[in-house]
């Protein structure tokens, strides 16, 4: 079943561009332009707010949707993970979405959660790989995404399948709101669609990765920066480093670096620095010479403008394709995965069954 591939999550990593283009098949027209929901009797226009809740990865991927929404359809976004906000007595006012996101549509928190909102009169939106799981059931917007069956313990394909559904949401919650013309939405559809084309290009660069991944496997620390809808990106890098490798990794938004975690970086720290060209660009990049004042060992995920001018004195760069602000997220979920990958392959770990991980978290 795996093909000529190692692992699952190889594969799963691999599959990316046909699941996401299979994904937004069902979100996008392409011969009208628009965007559109599977679900389209659902009137989005008097969503006053969204309250993401989610788990790990899933969390992730919200997290990236509230720069989204915000930015795109002027809504406000909180977002919590499952766990905290259950308990901390969140106040949900009417006319409010509450967007769940779960592979597995089972995970124990996300679902009470989800039974919370439903009590407190929230529209329930969910975005969820498996069709048939109680999150799937319980939902007033069910979202799927077609990701296909994700055996590796390490989400990856259903992850950038989330953020495909969320940034087709996010445009169709903008047009619904009267803050994206027409003209926008074509605009957004164009650039969601070369998504797969892009991933493509990204996936070209697994050798260059495996190649770097020895770099990376003696570190007992790495830091992953990002800035903006690439900062959760970090988060992820790290997750997916420290759940199958072992090493201990943290993400951090670039501009945190300096209060406080700049104080771990030495010569055996090796960081990780997610950070696509544009208007952010320049931050990151001053942020990358306050690591490399201090002897930070910098990996520059970037593209070739980016690599041309922040490149030099990096241990290692990955160039990524010049992508559209939409659809980073996605494509440089790719690198981020496979270093990880790599380096759990360089250590020797069980990459598809990482130790006391579990695929679905049925319990609290
Ligand atoms: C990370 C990972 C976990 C899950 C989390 C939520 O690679 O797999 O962090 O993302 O347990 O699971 P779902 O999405 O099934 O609710």
């Not at 993970?81 to 996300?110: C, N």
């Not at 690439?230 to 201990?248: M, T, W």
Request: aromatic share 6%.
């Amino acid at each position: 079943e795996k093909g000529n591939y190692r692992h699952y999550m190889q594969k799963e990593i691999f599959e990316q561009p046909t699941v996401v283009a299979q994904t937004l098949q069902s979100y996008v027209h392409r011969a009208q332009e628009t965007v559109a929901l599977p679900q389209i009797d659902f009137d989005l226009s008097t969503i006053k707010r969204v309250t993401i809740v989610a788990c790990g990865t899933s969390f992730y991927a919200g997290m990236v949707a509230k720069y989204w929404f915000e930015q795109f359809a002027r809504v406000p976004v909180d977002i919590d993970v499952a766990s905290e906000f259950r308990y901390r007595e969140p106040v949900l006012e009417d006319g409010g979405l509450a967007l769940f996101i779960s592979q597995s549509g089972e995970t124990a928190d996300t679902l009470a959660a989800l039974r919370h909102c439903k009590q407190a009169g929230q529209t329930i939106g969910v975005v969820v790989n498996v069709p048939t799981s109680s999150m799937a059931r319980e939902a007033d917007l069910l979202l799927p995404t077609h990701a296909g069956p994700e055996i590796g313990v390490a989400s990856t394909k259903a992850f950038t399948c989330q953020l495909a559904v969320l940034a087709a949401l996010a445009a169709h919650l903008a047009v619904k709101k009267g803050h994206m013309s027409r003209d926008e939405e074509r605009e957004v559809v164009g650039h969601l669609l070369e998504a797969p084309a892009c991933l493509n290009a990204a996936l070209d660069h697994d050798d260059d990765i495996a190649s770097m991944a020895h770099l990376i496997a003696p570190a007992r620390d790495v830091l992953y920066l990002g800035r903006g809808p690439d900062f959760p990106l970090a988060l992820e890098g790290a997750l997916k480093l420290k759940e199958i490798s072992y090493i201990h990794a943290e993400g951090y938004a670039s501009g945190e670096m300096k209060h406080g975690p700049i104080a771990l970086i030495d010569d055996q720290v090796p960081v990780i620095v997610i950070a696509p060209s544009g208007p952010l660009f320049e931050k990151t990049v001053s942020n990358m010479e306050e690591v490399r004042a201090r002897g930070g060992q910098i990996v520059l995920i970037s593209d070739r403008e980016g690599l041309d001018a922040a490149g030099e004195g990096c241990i290692a760069t990955i160039e990524m394709p010049r992508v559209h602000p939409l659809i980073a997220p996605l494509v440089y979920a790719v690198p981020v995965q496979l270093l990880a990958y790599h380096t759990a392959c360089v250590k020797g770990t069980d990459v598809d069954q990482p130790r006391n991980l579990a695929k679905s978290v049925t319990v609290e």
